[in-house]
């Protein structure tokens, strides 16, 4: 969203507030930071929060294969419906903090184990539209490095056609088998023939193996002869070809 040499500062930036919002939503929640403070807050987190359930969408829009960086590595998946809602849902909640009276101890046991439902809940809807759980599951488990990973290759067709890459390109293929399937590491490239104006191109797909909701990247090589303007090469994020190519 901005110029690449300002993407660092604002990056820095948007860390810092974040970071300050954070500490001044806690600072505020009793009633050292009631009345104005706590409803600028409130307010300033609502307007981050918004902010970037629409960044989000635009995101999904402009680069469906990317991940949001919500929290780093761990957000490397494309940005779907349950990440926007996630920050829609937070900035909603924060919208209802405002005005709402000083947080205060329970008052009585059952009033106590109500509120620690409610958390319960809370936690657990977050859980459900976070990806980030997956993959720290994933993690956890201790699963083989995706180099050595056995993934076959019907998954890997099927990983490919249920992508928005693929939908996207579908239109230009005049085969619906692939000319040509090959691994290298954590990828699976996957080429078909394709047509765009009039010329012959290969179409090829990089299909992560690294696991579910993993990127799949495109480019386009001109298979054409002659002395017609080639088709420009076309690629959706970073993509190393193969020599092959």
Known sequence: ?????????????????????????????????????????RAAAALLLGTAAAALQELRARRPEAGCGCFGELSRTPVSRRVIARA????????????????????????AWLTLAAVAAELAVLAALSPEIGQVMLRLSHADPCELREV???????????????????????????????REG??????????????????????????????????????????APPVRASVEGPLEMSNRL
């Open 186 to 227: 954590c990828w699976r490239f996957v080429v078909f023939p394709g047509l765009v104006a009039s010329r012959p191109v290969d179409v090829v797909f990089a299909v992560s193996l690294a696991g579910r909701g993993a990127p799949v990247r495109v480019g386009l090589l001109d298979t054409g002869v002659g002395f």
């Open 152 to 182: 076959p290759v019907g998954r890997t067709l099927s990983a490919l056609r249920a992508s928005p890459t693929w939908r996207r390109y579908q239109r230009i293929l005049i085969a619906t088998a692939p000319a040509d399937v090959w």
């Open 88 to 111: 829609a849902l937070l900035c909603v909640a924060a919208l209802f903090t405002i005005g709402i009276p000083p947080l205060r101890m329970p008052g009585s046991a059952a009033q």
């Open 1 to 41: 969203m901005v110029p690449l040499p300002l993407r660092r500062p604002a990056a820095i930036a948007l860390c810092a507030t974040e970071f300050g919002l954070g500490a001044a939503l806690l600072l505020t929640a009793g009633g050292l930071g009631a009345g104005g403070p706590a409803s600028a807050v």
